[in-house]
């Protein structure tokens, strides 16, 4: 009996912090909306060309997980999705401004950006593509890839590298 009741506040507790990692995304992503609407130029945004939705997209050199899974994952993001959805790739080590702005605590992290450059979700930690996919599709209406090929004469989505402070 009293297994079962040390399994039972466990498992409370375990519910309770998923409810306030959830509760405490929202508000941000709340604040930041708030933040960013009038604010694109500190944000980190203004490479974003009106109507295309956006992966914001922080790392750091040393982030190992960065370069052996969630870089190729958001590569084949832009492979697939092309001129239709835009990377903007941020060094957090070298932007702590922006990193503090976005309230990134560790890398990876990643924000969908939808078409009118609104935050709409936030992933901390690494996200595989099929993830990142099927939230492009629910937070930023963009539709699934037409061709998974690679063709040569198309260009490929633009990758924006913030390091120097303006």
């Known amino acids: 009996m009293e297994l079962l009741m040390r399994l039972g506040v466990a498992m409370l507790i375990v519910l309770a912090g998923l409810s ?36 914001l997209y922080f790392t750091t ?3 190992i997980p960065c370069r052996t899974i ?4 958001i590569e084949e993001l832009r492979e ?3 001129d239709r959805l835009h990377i903007i790739k941020i060094d957090a080590s070298d932007r702590t401004d922006l990193a503090n702005y976005w309230g990134v605590l560790s890398v990876p992290t990643t924000f969908i950006i939808d078409g009118a450059g609104q935050p709409r979700h936030v ?30 004469s198309q260009p490929i989505g633009q990758e924006v590298w913030h390091t120097r402070r303006s």
């Open 123 to 152: 992933n901390n930690g690494v996200t595989t593509a099929p993830k990142l996919r099927q939230q492009l599709r629910e937070f930023a209406g963009l539709s699934d890839p037409v061709d998974h090929t690679p063709h040569a």
């Open 70 to 73: 969630q870089g190729p994952a």
């Open 20 to 55: 306030l990692y959830g509760l405490w995304s929202r508000a941000r992503l709340y604040l930041l909306r708030r933040r960013v609407s009038g604010n694109r130029r500190y944000a980190g945004l203004e490479e974003l060309r009106a109507g295309v939705p956006a992966i």
């Open 80 to 82: 697939q999705y092309r």
């Open 61 to 63: 050199p040393q982030c």
